[in-house]
């Protein structure tokens, strides 16, 4: 049996290394804690505005209605002279192929609105890529575009979808001010001194 003796010094020298040790994973354990609480409280958030110095705004409309509009709508933005972005769902394009192809043939961005509008918040990350991609697919095959913008069905975002769908090449786009349409009384946009009311 082999002994080991220490003396005074070795045992003092052990203690300090053994103390600067314990400080060191104690460190880099508070710099990963520190580290993920901080990435918990910082949510990422989609494009809901971007500033610029003039007075200009981004027309954007979530299409999953029906049709009957198209062609109203696009003369009017027409005569206004304005540009929107569709966020259209793959649903839709499976339904009016002629609609996407005419907002798009007119000049308006198509952005991707999902393929089958569900409730994304929360969503198994593989079913988001698979709706999404089905939805960029149908687009594509209509617009020979892929679409760049991504606006999630009902507005919900989580940090998963934000970081998934930033990972397949595309901006998620929020909006700062909402028309409240949805009740079926139509919606006013505003050009200047001009009112156009789309009724729907």
């Not at 610029?52 to 062609?71: H, P």
């Not at 540009?83 to 961005?109: L, M, N």
């Not at 409730?119 to 709706?131: A, E, F, Q, R, S």
């Not at 397949?168 to 009740?183: A, F």
Request: some cysteine.
């Amino acid at each position: 049996m082999r002994m080991i003796t220490f003396t005074k010094k070795k045992i003092k020298r052990l203690t300090v290394i053994g103390l600067l040790a314990a400080a060191t994973a104690a460190a880099g354990i508070g710099a990963i804690v520190t580290s993920v609480g901080t990435q918990a409280m910082d949510r990422i958030l989609p494009i809901y505005s971007v500033e610029r110095g003039d007075k200009v705004i981004s027309l954007t409309f979530d299409v999953a209605w029906e049709n009957s509009n198209t062609q109203e709508l696009i003369d009017i933005l027409d005569e206004y002279n304005a540009k929107a972005t569709f966020f259209i769902t793959g649903d839709w394009c499976d339904r009016y192929p002629e609609d996407v192809k005419q907002f798009s043939d007119a000049g308006h961005e198509i952005g991707n609105h999902s393929d089958q509008h569900p409730h994304v918040k929360g969503m198994n990350v593989n079913d988001l890529i698979t709706d999404t991609k089905a939805a960029s697919l149908k687009i594509k095959n209509i617009t020979g575009k892929d679409p760049q913008l991504y606006r999630a069905p009902y507005g919900e975002y989580d940090d998963s979808l934000m970081t998934t769908i930033e990972g397949m090449g595309m901006k998620v786009i929020q909006w700062d001010v909402e028309t409240v349409d949805i009740d079926g009384n139509g919606m006013v946009l505003r050009f200047a001194d001009h009112a156009i009311v789309i009724l729907r």
